[in-house]
């Protein structure tokens, strides 16, 4: 399988993924980010609901559902939630907004949120739920 597969692949896994957590916390706005340091990729999910106050129960959430769903693309460490109110959340959703249609959205080698990034793939909203 290519790279390219891969990402792919891991795209719809995280879809999989977003398509369960959203029974939990509604998501704002979910993207993978691919930050120039490490050159891996991050699932960011941004909800208006994840705060201080219940942020460790979320995250046991990412958990419980990463283990229902036994998916090898999909990884619970790779996942990383903040509030909506976060730079990188405020970025994605104005980048998502500049689309009339509900398509995903892809961008190479920019500044996001504040942070110099390889590359993030935003998805649209509502967001894409694969088959199981």
């Known amino acids: 399988m290519d790279q390219g597969s891969l990402v792919i692949d891991q ?3 995280g879809a999989k993924f977003l398509g369960e957590f959203q029974k939990y916390y509604p998501v704002t706005v979910a993207f993978w980010l691919k930050d120039g340091d490490d ?3 991050y699932l960011y999910v941004a909800s208006d609901q994840i705060t201080d106050d219940n942020f460790d129960v979320a995250y046991g959430e990412v958990g419980q559902i990463a283990a229902q769903l036994r ?3 999909f990884d619970p460490f790779r ?4 509030g909506a109110d976060e730079p990188l959340a405020k970025a994605a959703l104005e980048i998502r907004g500049r689309h009339a249609r509900p398509v995903a959205a892809r961008i190479h080698g920019n500044a ?3 942070l110099p990034v390889e590359e993030v793939y935003i998805y649209p ?3 894409p739920v694969s088959a199981p």
């Open 39 to 41: 050159g891996e990729w």
């Open 125 to 127: 909203s509502p967001i």
């Open 11 to 13: 795209f719809e896994a």
């Open 71 to 73: 998916d090898p693309l």
């Open 112 to 114: 996001f949120g504040g």
């Open 79 to 82: 996942v990383k939630l903040v």
